[in-house]
C-alpha cells in the first residue's frame, strides 16, 4: 500500500521541505571547507584576522542551518500528520461502506487496531523517521560527492566499502518487515479480544470470567510482547551491523590517510576537510541503518491497512443503475429468493420464497427461531444479495438499483438495539441527519422517549454512554423506535419492536406504531402474537419456506403451525 497519492496532494509542502532540506545540508556541507582553510592557512600570527572571519562565517553558516532545519522538521512532521489523518479518514471511510457480509467474519477489535494502531505506525515513520531519512540521505550523497572532490584515492576505497554496508542492510531490513507484521499482527489479536470483553463486561462479571478473561488477554499481550521482542531484536542487529561495519571502514580509510600525510602527498587541513565528510556520511548512514529499521517496521503496518482498503464491498451500485420511481410507493415483491449467508454457504436459511406486499399493506411475519424472518429483512435492506430469484421495490429489481437509494425508502427497528455513545438527541436524529430540534423531539414523544428523556439532566441533549448502557432495555427500544418515525419512510420494518418494553409501555409504543404505520407498507416480525393481530395479512415460514398465509382467524382455523403457536400463546380457546 502506497502513501504516495495521498501525500501528492500537498506537493507545495513537500516542495518547500525539500528546499529547506538542502539548505541544511548544504549548510552542514559547508563547515569542512572552513576547517580545511583555518588548517592550512590561518594558524599564523598575521592570519588573525582571516580566522576571525571564518568564525563569523561558521557563525553564519550555523544560524542557516538552524532555520532549515527547524523549517524541514515543521514541515515533513505536518505533512506526515495531515497524510496519516486522510489516509484514517480513508479506511474508516472505506470499512463503514464496506458489506454486512464482511463483519459477519471480521473482528471489531482488529479493525480499530488497524485504524489506530497501525496508522499511528505509519505516522511515526512518516512524520519523523522519513524526516531523518530524507536529511540523512542527501547529507550521505552530498558528502561522498565532497570526499570525491577532496581526495578521490581515498573515496574509491569508502565506495568499495559501501555495497559491503547497504546488501546486508537491504536484507536485514526484510526481516524485519516480516517481524513487524508479526507483532502488529498479535497486536491486533490482542485488542480484538480486549474490545469483546469490555463491549460485554457484565455478562462476564455477572458470570464471574474476570479470571479467564485476564488469563486469556494476558496470553495475547504476551504473543504480542514476544513478536515484538523479535521485531526488535532484528532492528538492534541491524543497527549494530550497520554501524561496525561504517565505522571499520572509516578508519581503514584515516589510516591510509595519516600515511598520505606523513608522505606529503596531503595536506594536514585536506584530510581534516576529508575527515569530516567522511565523519558525516558514515553518521548519515548510521542513522539511515536506525530509520531503515522503523521504516520497515511501518511498511509491516501499510500492508495491513493495504489488505483492508483492497477489499471491495460485496454488494454494490450496478454499472447502469435503475432509478426509483417517484414518489415512492412501497410495493415490495419476492420471487422464488433462495438465499444462505456467506459464512453458512451449504445452509439455506431461504428456499424459494415469494409472495407481494400492496403498497400500505401491512403484514406480519411469524415463525419458530431461524425459519428465515431476519433475513427477509437483511435482503431488502440489500445487506446480502440472493442465491437465487429476484427481490422487487416498486417494480425494480434490488439488483438493478442503488442501494443507497434503496436504504433511504425504509425505516427499520432492529431487534438489537444499536444506541451510541451520543445524546439521546442525536441517536434519534440518525433516521434523519437534517432533521430539526423539534423534528426530533415530536418523534421522541410519539415513541414515549419524552417519558424518560424529561427526566435526564440535560433532557434530550444527555449523554447516554456508550452503547446507552445508561438506559433500560425498553428506553433503548424507544429511542430506535423514534428513530425509525423520525426517518418518516414509506416502508417499515419492526422486527420485534416493541420486545423489551414492559406491557404498559407496548400498548403505547404500539399506538404510536400504528399512528406511524399509517399510508406505509410495514412488515412486523414478532414472537408474540398478539402485536399482529391486527395485520392485513400473516406469513408464517417454517424452514426457510412460507407454510401459511392470511389473516389470524383463517390461519387458526386452519389448525396449522400458526395455530399451534396460537394455542401455545393465548390458550385453546382462541
Known sequence: ???????????????????????????????????????????????????????????????????????????????????????????????????????????????????????????????????????????????????????????????????????????????????????????????????????????????????????????????????????TKARAWLTAGAILLVFASVVGVLWTGAQDVLAGRMSAGRLSQFVLYAVFAAGALGELSQV????????????????????????????LIVALPEPARGAIGFEAVSFAYPTRPEARVLDAVSFAIEPGERVAIVGPSGAGKSTLFHLLLRFYDPLAGHILL????????????????????????????????????????????????????????????????????????????????????RVAIARAILRNAKILLLDEATSSLDAESETLVQQALERSMENRTSLVIAHRLATVLGADRILVLEGGRIVEEGTHASLVAAGGLYARLAELQFGIAV
Open 292 to 319: 531503515w529499521g522503523e521504516v520497515s517496521q511501518a511498511a509491516g503496518a501499510a500492508e495491513r491497512i493495504g489488505e483492508l482498503l483492497r477489499i471491495e464491498p460485496a454488494i454494490q451500485k450496478p454499472k
Open 394 to 477: 416498486d417494480g425494480v429489481d434490488l439488483m438493478h438499483a442503488d442501494p443507497l437509494a434503496v436504504r433511504a425508502r425504509i425505516a427499520l427497528v432492529p431487534q438489537e438495539v444499536a444506541v451510541f455513545a451520543a445524546s439521546v438527541r442525536e441517536n434519534i436524529r440518525l433516521g434523519r441527519i437534517e432533521a430539526s430540534d423539534a423534528e426530533v423531539e415530536r418523534a421522541g414523544a410519539l415513541a414515549l422517549v419524552d417519558e424518560f428523556a424529561r427526566n435526564l439532566p440535560q433532557g434530550y441533549d444527555t449523554a447516554i454512554g456508550e452503547r446507552g448502557v445508561t438506559l433500560s432495555g425498553g428506553q433503548r427500544q
Open 1 to 231: 500500500m502506497t502513501l504516495v497519492p495521498y501525500a501528492l496532494r500537498y506537493r507545495g509542502r513537500i516542495a518547500a521541505a525539500l528546499a529547506a532540506l538542502l539548505v541544511a545540508a548544504g549548510a552542514t556541507l559547508v563547515v569542512p571547507l572552513a576547517v580545511r582553510r583555518m588548517i592550512d592557512f590561518g594558524f599564523a600570527p598575521e592570519r588573525a584576522g582571516t580566522i576571525d572571519q571564518y568564525f563569523m562565517v561558521m557563525i553564519g553558516v550555523a544560524a542557516v542551518l538552524a532555520g532549515a532545519s527547524a523549517l524541514r522538521f515543521y514541515l515533513v512532521t505536518t505533512l506526515g500528520e495531515r497524510v496519516v489523518a486522510d489516509l484514517r479518514d480513508a479506511v474508516f471511510s472505506h470499512i463503514v461502506s464496506l458489506s454486512p457480509a464482511f463483519f459477519d467474519t471480521a473482528r471489531t477489535g482488529e479493525l480499530v487496531s488497524r485504524l489506530a494502531a497501525d496508522t499511528t505506525q505509519i505516522k511515526t515513520a512518516v512524520g519523523t523517521s522519513v524526516s531523518i531519512a530524507l536529511r540523512n540521505f542527501v547529507l550521505f550523497v552530498g558528502a561522498i560527492i565532497m570526499m570525491v572532490v577532496t581526495s578521490p584515492r581515498l573515496s574509491a576505497m569508502v565506495l568499495v566499502a559501501i555495497p559491503i554496508i547497504v546488501l546486508p542492510l537491504v536484507g536485514f531490513g526484510r526481516a524485519v518487515r516480516r517481524r513487524s507484521r508479526s507483532a502488529q499482527d498479535t497486536l491486533a489479536d490482542a485488542s480484538a479480544y480486549a474490545a469483546e470483553a469490555i463491549g460485554a463486561i457484565r455478562t462476564l462479571q455477572a458470570f464471574t470470567g474476570e479470571r479467564a478473561a485476564r488469563s486469556q488477554f494476558a496470553a495475547a499481550v504476551e504473543r504480542a510482547f514476544v513478536a515484538a521482542r523479535d521485531s
